[in-house]
């Protein structure tokens, strides 16, 4: 969080999590070749690109798309749901993998087999949107042991749990697990494009 990257939003998503609050990627979008995402990408002056969706990894030639970003210099970030394989996914790339809580509607979906890939340059992020999440979380904390597999990031859901109060729990719990505000809602609310 708080690193300048160029966000690659890839279209399409076969979840519906409750809460999301990218539902504009579920459709449209423009058809680009990997040769014009890098010319677009070039644009900007920073080396750090997140490709991220909808649910990249729904869309065939993503893996493609992050060896070509590795092959050109880049620092790569992969934002999935987690209820995809990541095993085709380039080692050079970071995957951020989200694990669904309950008040997600999609917690079934999780891809559970995906965590005994995870290496300490990844992450795992889980966002929470009320109390049973947060105790449901914690509880697949200790079951998978997912600290020592990598940083894991607890995130109020926006709108519908309070930041302040996740906080409180975290500390009050002495949680191994980093707090983390959806910074692009602070800057610049639900703006696309940005």
């Not at 893996?63 to 209820?83: H, I, K, M, R």
């Amino acid at each position: 969080m708080g690193l300048p990257s160029v966000f690659i939003r890839l279209t399409g998503c076969p979840l519906r999590c409750r809460w999301c609050d990218t539902t504009y990627a579920f459709s449209g979008g423009k058809d680009m070749t990997p040769d014009e995402i890098l010319a677009a990408v070039r644009r900007w002056p920073t080396r750090h690109v997140c490709v991220t969706g909808g649910e990249p990894l729904a869309q065939k030639r993503c893996p493609a798309l992050l060896s070509a970003l590795c092959d050109a210099g880049y620092e790569v970030c992969l934002e999935t749901s987690g209820a995809l394989a990541i095993d085709g996914v380039d080692t050079r790339v970071a995957r951020i993998v989200d694990i669904k809580t309950p008040s997600s509607g999609e917690a079934e979906k999780n891809r559970w087999e995906n965590l005994a890939l995870l290496t300490p340059k990844d992450e795992l992020k889980i966002v929470i949107a009320n109390r049973a999440d947060y105790d449901w979380a914690c509880a697949k904390m200790a079951e998978h042991r997912l600290p020592t597999r990598c940083p894991v990031f607890l995130s109020p859901a926006h709108g519908l749990q309070s930041p302040v109060e996740l906080a409180e729990w975290l500390l009050a719990d002495g949680l191994d697990a980093r707090f983390q505000l959806p910074l692009h809602k602070q800057l610049w609310g639900n703006m696309q494009g940005k």
